[in-house]
């Protein structure tokens, strides 16, 4: 198996200038330093060259799996962290990596010009090594988007289902879109933790915005009128549209005796009746 001789070597650790200034122009050239700062791709491009100086003169292993490139490997994910936060996808920041290999190619090319062989097979050992490089950057650019794409639905499901105080014992959750499985337990936990923070006797669910009722999001409903009964409170359903009754009554689901109304309003009157609490029109 070929290995990188010391005269690539020499000639990448006396080259760091003339590599880091070739490799930004690629990198602009390539779009891969859209929406980043110039002083971080020039700290990035440094360090990156430094620490595989110092990996290579070490003389370990080229698997970039091994403790000898450990340095490397945290560099990389933390890099495609933030390329994954600033917004860039998978072949922006693959082409970090990737884009070093026109310069490296060239420096080698200089270096071995009149040793076609030994120049054909060092290109190909950092060819091989680069590309492993830009793969393990594309897997931890994948595990980074995945990581921030989940909080930014676990967030959106959150801003989605607020519960908010009506009135002195009376809570209200007012819901918009598809009600699924993930959202009912979001729901749940919301609502009876706002349940038992405020001591409420009454949860009114309001469905207006909710599209479709069919028979998975009606036993999503029964789950959580279930949990609201078993904290001892009770509950009403509002927003029951004209069409969704049809839809409920053609579906012949049975809504094991909840309460129902056709608004929000009509909801909480019902609630403050229970409580007895009457509200009038103050005398002008």
Not at 94 to 106: D, Q, W
Not at 126 to 131: T, W, Y
Not at 205 to 215: C, E, K, M, R, S
């Amino acid at each position: 198996m070929a290995v990188l001789q010391q005269t690539t070597m020499q000639a990448l650790k006396r080259s760091h200038a003339q590599l880091s200034s070739r490799w930004l122009t690629d990198l602009e050239a390539s779009g891969a330093t859209r929406n980043l700062k110039a002083d971080d791709i020039n700290q990035q491009t440094g360090d990156f060259l430094h620490l595989l100086t110092s990996v290579l003169e070490r003389g370990g292993s080229q698997n970039i799996t091994t403790a000898d490139w450990d340095e490397i490997r945290q560099f990389l994910e933390k890099l495609s962290h933030q390329r994954a936060l600033a917004g860039q996808d998978s072949q922006q920041t693959a082409n970090f990596i990737f884009a070093l290999k026109g310069p490296f190619f060239t420096l080698l090319q200089e270096e071995f010009a009149e040793q076609p062989a030994v120049l054909a097979e060092q290109l190909w050992e950092i060819s091989q090594l680069l590309d492993a490089l830009g793969m393990h950057t594309i897997r931890t650019f994948q595990k980074s988007r995945e990581a921030v794409i989940k909080r930014q639905q676990e967030e959106l499901l959150e801003l989605s289902t607020p519960v908010v105080k009506l009135w002195d014992g009376v809570l209200a959750l007012p819901m918009i879109g598809t009600l699924d499985s993930q959202r009912t337990q979001v729901v749940m936990e919301s609502l009876l933790q706002r349940i038992v923070d405020t001591g409420s006797e009454i949860a009114i669910i309001d469905i207006t915005g909710v599209p479709t009722v069919d028979t998975l999001v009606a036993q999503h409903l029964l789950k959580t009128v279930t949990a609201i009964r078993l904290m001892g409170a009770d509950c009403i359903i509002s927003g029951v549209r004209p069409q969704i009754a049809q839809t409920i009554v053609h579906l012949g689901l049975d809504l094991q005796g909840v309460v129902t109304k056709a608004n929000l309003a009509d909801a909480l009157a019902l609630a403050l009746r229970r409580l007895g609490v009457s509200v009038t029109k103050a005398a002008v």
